[in-house]
């Protein structure tokens, strides 16, 4: 009978089974190859967490060199201004030399940093008011990406008569600007709220707000929120007069782009932004299962309209915005307001229709506001309750 092979703890007898002696002999081998794979997968896992932090430490020291010699670096992201698709893209942009922007006044907080009202000062003397949103001191590189990111949208974006205009950015040295038009006199919502309880003068155009400006306005506003669908297949996402500049000749630009901007991702973050429009604004959809579609902007333009021939009333004043969506399931929809013609309120109530596919497209809408506007009236619309800045936010759903 052949030896045992080597390591066997005894020989195997007459009476031992081959199975039996071949187990037996092989028995050591388990605790030497287990503990010898535990060992080198160790070592392997250590390799790895060493050469990850080597290179996290390598990327730390390129971000703490963010910003260097008074221009920022940014070296890694495809938002990066060092990049040079995002420096082609930016550069006919950059605010020239010979401009300066003089007297800024803080107006509000942003949402990168503070937006001031200033004027823009050219080298032959011609001036302009502009305002001036800044990348606040201190942002980290994600923040300072994504507003080069907010940079970039503008410039895609601003190419249509009424939509905000973006004039420059800054982003060659510090701090960064975004540097948009300001139209005089501006926010839509409060230049409505200027002509209550007043005898508009036929000289002053900007005075005489009847409803055939109604119309005007409008149609203006419609054919900015159509542009943003057709060429970008953006959904502005509040749609309000707070987000619509009016400037002279009563011309009319969206503005307030900050949710279409957030709603090009797809995480929380554009659910937060969503939820901060007001409830008496959104559509059902929109409530109900955060649905936004364009036929969900377009049912905010019906509110937009409402807020136009009521010189900025605030949407369905008698509910609670908790109480709106229970009462629009049960079809109830606000009266014709005082100064509103049938024509006008009739697409209103089509803007409002419950099922979103049945509401109009914003390039219908333009069609129906031409052919109707010979109907509307031209007399001043007169409104004489001052409005009062805390009941407003109350009524309109805007306090928490």
């Known amino acids: 009978m052949p030896a045992a092979p080597h390591g066997c703890g005894r020989k195997c007898s007459n009476t031992t089974s ?38 996290n430490n ?19 992201g495809p938002t990066s ?4 698709k995002v420096q082609a893209a930016l550069h006919p942009w950059e605010i020239p030399e010979e401009c300066t922007l003089e007297g800024q006044e803080f107006c509000q907080p942003g949402r990168y940093g503070p937006i001031c009202k200033g004027l823009l000062r050219q080298k032959d003397g011609a001036s302009s008011f502009v305002v001036v949103k800044s990348l606040q001191d201190g942002s980290n590189q994600h923040e300072t990406e994504e507003f080069v990111e907010w940079l970039l949208f503008h410039a895609t974006v601003c190419k249509h008569q009424n939509v905000v205009q973006m004039l420059f950015c800054q982003t060659k040295r510090l701090p960064m600007h975004l540097v948009l038009d300001a139209c005089n006199p501006g926010n839509l ?14 000289a002053d155009q900007l005075q005489n707000f009847s409803e055939m400006s109604v119309f005007l306005v409008a149609k203006q506003v419609a054919a900015g929120l159509d542009y943003l669908m057709s060429e970008h297949r953006l959904v502005h996402g509040d749609v309000a007069a707070k987000n619509i500049l009016i400037g002279p000749g009563l011309s009319a630009r969206v503005s307030g782009l900050g949710v279409a901007f957030e709603g090009r991702k797809s995480n929380s973050a554009i659910r937060q ?5 007001p409830l008496k604004w959104q559509a059902p959809e929109r409530i109900m299962m955060q649905l936004s579609i364009d036929r969900s902007d377009v049912w905010s333009y019906g509110i937009l309209l409402y807020e136009l021939i009521t010189l900025g009333s605030p949407p369905y004043p008698e509910l609670e915005p908790l109480s709106v969506l229970p009462k629009l399931q049960a079809s109830y ?34 069609k129906l506001l031409e052919s109707s506007v010979h109907l509307a009236a031209t007399k001043p619309i007169s409104v ?6 805390p009941e407003y936010n109350r009524k309109a759903g805007l306090l928490s």
Not at 58 to 67: I, W
Not at 197 to 202: E, V
């Open 189 to 202: 919502l409060h230049y409505l709220w200027s002509l209550r309880n007043k005898s508009p003068s036929a």
């Open 58 to 76: 390598q990327r730390g020291q390129r971000t703490s060199a963010h910003f260097t010699n008074g221009q920022q670096r940014v070296s890694e």
């Open 81 to 84: 201004v060092s990049t040079p």
């Open 18 to 55: 081959l199975s039996e002696c071949f187990e037996e002999s092989f028995a050591p081998l388990p605790v030497i190859i287990i503990p010898s794979l535990l060992a080198l997968s160790t070592v392997l896992v250590v390799a790895l967490i060493f050469c990850s932090l080597h290179k």
């Open 333 to 366: 929809r606000m009266k014709k307001p005082k100064n509103c013609g049938a024509p006008l309120y009739d697409l209103m109530k089509y803007c409002w229709m419950w099922s979103f596919k049945d509401r109009p497209a914003f390039s219908a809408i333009m």
């Open 273 to 277: 932004r969503a939820a901060e429009v």
């Open 384 to 389: 004489p309750e001052i409005i009062d800045i």
